[in-house]
């Protein structure tokens, strides 16, 4: 018998897309975040740190396209932190501010 493509029975794959996918977590609501900020230099270029956003995946990168456009600064998404380059914290907190979110300043 002819089969076409590859079994992986028997073996254990840790691919952690697989488990974003299926991974399950609460989403509240802007104003129950309490983002921190936090401040870093990596390569000696700054880096500010905004975080633990507790929502989909689609959220987070509407929310940091929002930013960079607004910032006019590049950005990536780590888990649930935002980056940021530069030092924006303050900038960051005025357009959030407005939107309605919370702070939590580290």
Do not use: Y
């Amino acid at each position: 018998m002819f089969k076409m493509g590859s079994s992986l029975e028997g073996d254990s794959w840790d691919t952690g897309k697989l488990k974003e996918k299926n991974k399950s977590f609460d989403k509240i609501s802007k104003a129950e975040h309490q983002l921190v900020f936090t401040f870093e230099k990596r390569k000696g270029k700054p880096v500010t740190l905004v975080g633990r956003f507790h929502m989909s995946e689609k959220e987070k990168k509407e929310i940091l396209k929002f930013l960079k456009t607004k910032l006019a600064c590049g950005g990536a998404i780590k888990d649930e932190w935002l980056e940021l380059q530069g030092n924006v914290k303050d900038k960051i907190i005025n357009i959030l501010e407005t939107d309605g979110w919370k702070f939590k300043k580290k």
